[in-house]
């Protein structure tokens, strides 16, 4: 009995915390503290990671190691050219420092704890979630059309969901309504990203699920043309017709330029692509005539965070930027081990990684609230290589 209690209970707190991670969004417009939900959510797995690691004696990996090594890399270079330049207030620079490793912190912390919620019994609320999920997408989807729902927030969140569902995949009637349901939300987001992830998600279930075959980087090189090619009108638009006047080929051209101005170390934290550069209106948009950009300036400040490398280039410099190429190749080679332990887990991984890379370009990339469910993911896989290397 008492057993059977635990077991209700734990299904609870799967459900509520899947729910509050997947409603974030809408959550945080009627409780306070859902603004602040996956900054508060990432501190604390990850001290209790580090709890977890202390209690069982556990060594931390080299993988790992370099991993926190080249984060710290990352943050230590922003705060060394913010104390050098002072363009932005050190209240404003240590938040946005905050937000910067966030995902970083929540993904290494998952991977550590080995009794985090989600992987309790997880299929029965997942199943629950998706169908709750896709009521509310097809509720805004019918009363104020594509747009209404946020693309980026349902496409980000569709992913995560697929992810997940693929962990736990009994190909019955419900696996299949349910991923049906969620490629309905990513066809009707009205976004080239949203038909590039159905792509992608059907090439990768195709290939390595059902074909059982290792992605290389031959793949990877075919799968970025075919994605590049379902959003050619975008990148065209943007970056050919947009150059030098739309913001996001301007910021890309002005991130590099400023790369190579403060070489090496960047201007620091929020001076630039960043939530708070453009919050705090950063000085560094003067100093490049920015601030009288019409999507860009300071009397508009639109799309200033709506790419994430302008802003790795221009406050963390080109060291920043290596450093986090270097964790971008360590989590890929962590997810390429997951091929000889389970299919459909190599499946999910690659699914979130290529899917978070795009991000990147098109969105804030590791700094947006919204891609922390895709980090939770990561560490939970990454947790099957940890056990399996005996914590090595």
Not at 57 to 79: A, P, R, T
Request: a positive charge; charged letters at 15%; aromatic letters at 18%.
């Amino acid at each position: 009995m008492i057993k059977n209690i635990m077991m209700k209970k734990n299904d609870l707190v799967v459900f509520v915390l899947l729910f509050a991670v997947t409603f974030q969004s809408v959550l945080e417009q009627y409780i306070a503290f859902f603004n602040i939900f996956d900054e508060s959510l990432s501190i604390m797995v990850f001290v209790l990671g580090i709890c977890d690691l202390i209690k069982r004696g556990e060594k931390i990996q080299k993988v790992d190691f370099v991993f926190l090594s080249c984060l710290f890399l990352f943050w230590i270079v922003g705060w060394i050219s913010t104390l050098v330049y002072q363009y932005q207030s050190i209240p404003v620079s240590l938040i946005s420092s905050f937000l910067s490793v966030k995902y970083f912190i929540l993904l290494i912390g998952c991977k550590w704890y080995r009794d985090i919620p989600l992987k309790g019994n997880l299929r029965r609320s997942l199943i629950i979630v998706i169908g709750l999920y896709f009521l509310y997408y097809l509720f805004g989807l019918i009363s104020k059309g594509v747009h209404s729902v946020y693309a980026w927030d349902s496409c980000s969140k569709a992913i995560f969901l697929l992810a997940l569902l693929l962990l736990v995949f009994q190909k019955n009637k419900y696996d299949y309504i349910s991923i049906a349901l969620l490629l309905f939300i990513l066809a009707t987001s009205g976004t080239a990203k949203g038909m590039g992830a159905i792509v992608l998600f059907i090439l990768i279930y195709i290939y390595v699920v059902k074909l059982k075959k290792k992605i290389t980087f031959k793949e990877i090189a075919i799968g970025v043309v075919c994605l590049a090619a379902v959003g050619w009108k975008d990148i065209y638009y943007y970056y050919y017709l947009g150059a030098g006047k739309f913001a996001r080929s301007l910021m890309l051209q002005t991130g590099f330029r400023i790369a190579n101005d403060y070489f090496p170390l960047g201007t620091g934290w929020g001076t630039f692509g960043s939530y708070y550069s453009g919050k705090f209106y950063s000085p560094v948009f003067y100093l490049y005539k920015l601030d009288s950009h019409i999507e860009l300036g300071e009397a508009t400040r639109l799309y200033i965070c709506d790419s994430y490398w302008p802003s790795v280039f221009a406050e963390n410099g080109w060291f920043g930027t290596l450093a986090i190429v270097v964790i971008l190749v360590l989590l890929f080679s962590q997810i390429q081990k997951l091929y000889s332990i389970d299919l459909n887990k190599y499946a999910a991984g690659l699914l979130v990684f290529i899917y978070m890379m795009v991000a990147t370009i098109e969105e804030s990339g590791f700094a947006q609230p919204v891609l922390m469910c895709l980090s939770i993911i990561l560490g939970i896989l990454f947790q099957e290589n940890r056990v399996r290397e005996g914590g090595r």
